[in-house]
Each structure stands twice: as structure tokens, then as C-alpha cells.
């Protein structure tokens, strides 16, 4: 961890430098454009960003869900930090604290698409131990953590995404 390294709310002038962690941390633009799409969209409900000595070296967003009978759920990802700047705990960072202003924001539940090892130490758990699926056929890799006792429907139900997020195709509609 970086002795200079502070986590914040994205501001305005940090868009650019949010799509350069994105665009460097995958193979192609498309987290940088699905995140640039949800914040055109209104669907950015955490976004923070990780600073090291002024500069932006990572990112992690959390955006709406829905299943029926269940409200204020929340999707994370993409998360991203700069290739550079890996295996320092900044990911686990803008992980812990999205999670803490979600719970502090009152959303019910956060689902993950992701391995399961990795987010397993965030107390995440397949989310089909809960009757939840995903409409993209995640399978183990689509989980949940609950944040609010009973805000996950008992029946469980297949958890849809932002309409951006069915934009993935690195074009932004922005």
C-alpha cells in the first residue's frame, strides 16, 4: 500500500484519466467506454478513484441492478488499476471502501462477476446459494454480498444489468 495513496469520489476532471486506467488495464476500450456510458447515463452509483502523488492509478465502479421483489442493488465493476501500479493492495482498497459507501448509501446488495477466490475475501458467495442468476450465464463467477438483512427476494430471480452494460461491444454510445 502506498503511504501517499488516497481513495475519493470521482470529480469531473478525472474522466479522462478513469478511461486511461480502464483502456490500460483490458484489451480492448470497452469497461473504459461502458463506464463513460453509465456516467453519461445517470448509473454511476459509486465511483471512486485511487491516487498516488496526485496521479489516478485505478478505479472501481458500482452501478444499479434489479431483480423482482428486491430494490437498491448494486453491480461492481469494472475495476481497474494501472499495470504499474498492481499487486499493492490498491484494487482490494477502492474494493473495500466502494463497499462501505454502498452500505452506507443503504443498497441492499452487491452483485460481482468475477473470480470467486479473489472476491471470496470480501465475504462474497455465489450468488445461486441465494436462488440469484445472471443474465449473462456468469455461473460460479456471478455472486453476491448482502448488505441489508433481507434484501435479497427469498425466491431469489435473474439479476439484470444497466441497459449499458448490454453495449459492451467498445463503442461508446456516449
Not at 1 to 26: C, L, Q, W, Y
Not at 47 to 56: C, F, K, M, P, T
Not at 87 to 106: D, F, M, S, T
Request: charged share 20%; aromatic share 8%.
Amino acid at each position: 500500500m502506498f503511504p501517499t495513496m488516497n481513495v475519493r469520489p470521482e470529480a469531473p476532471a478525472d474522466h479522462g484519466k478513469i478511461r486511461a486506467v480502464h483502456t490500460a488495464s483490458f484489451p480492448t476500450v470497452a469497461e473504459a467506454c461502458l463506464v463513460d456510458d453509465l456516467r453519461a447515463a445517470g448509473r454511476l452509483r459509486v465511483s471512486l478513484v485511487a491516487e498516488d502523488q496526485g496521479d489516478i492509478v485505478g478505479h472501481v465502479a458500482f452501478s444499479p441492478v434489479s431483480v423482482i421483489g428486491a430494490t437498491d442493488g448494486v453491480g461492481l465493476g469494472p475495476v481497474s488499476v494501472l499495470p504499474a501500479f498492481r499487486r499493492r493492495g490498491i484494487a482490494h482498497q477502492l474494493i473495500r471502501e466502494g463497499l462501505a459507501v454502498c452500505e452506507g448509501l443503504k443498497h441492499g446488495f452487491v452483485v460481482v462477476l468475477g473470480d470467486p477466490r479473489y472476491y471470496g475475501r470480501f465475504r462474497f458467495t455465489p450468488a445461486s446459494d441465494r436462488g440469484l442468476r445472471d443474465e449473462y450465464g456468469g455461473g460460479d463467477a456471478f455472486q453476491v454480498l448482502e448488505l441489508l438483512p433481507g434484501a435479497i427476494p427469498a425466491g431469489g430471480g435473474v439479476v439484470r444489468y444497466s441497459p449499458e452494460f448490454a453495449v459492451v461491444d467498445g463503442e461508446s454510445t456516449a
